[in-house]
């Protein structure tokens, strides 16, 4: 089945529960996919994934303001229901160990944004799992010092 579907059952479910925050944060993403006129699993992890971002700023500014506690839970309950829907993410180890097996030339680039690349290539390559840029620059930054 697929994920859009997945959806929209659990939109109705919580809608019928009365569970206002899953059946609009459902709803949101919904419209994008429909918006979009793509409802390939891979929209709507675009479309989790652009709403979680976009959370995640509000929930930094939010802090940084120092106050509406209440927002900020409203905001990181929706994360967690979005990210129920995503593939499961690459871990630091994960990434490590890839970079490991696959015996990727990370130190004999002169670049660090071409050792990079290597890696999120690889990356994606290997899996769809969906993985954090900043995490592979900070794994590809501290492999290239500890090799120096």
Known sequence: MAIIDTMKQDRL???????????????????QVQQGNDASDEAVFRACQKIIKSNNETIKALQDAGGRDE?????QNENG??????????????????????????????????????????????????????MVRDIVSSMRRDAS
Request: aromatic share 4%; proline share 3%.
């Open 13 to 31: 479910r919580a809608l019928k529960r009365k569970d206002g925050v899953i059946s609009n944060i459902l709803g949101v993403v919904i419209g």
């Open 71 to 75: 927002m900020v839970t409203s905001l």
């Open 81 to 134: 229901i979005l990210e129920s829907f995503l593939p499961r993410s690459w871990t630091e180890d994960e990434i490590r160990n890839l970079i490991k097996v696959k015996g990727l030339d990370i130190t004999g680039v002169t670049s660090e944004g071409s050792a990079i690349g290597i890696v999120t290539k690889a990356l994606r390559e290997t899996s769809k799992a969906p993985f954090d840029g900043k």
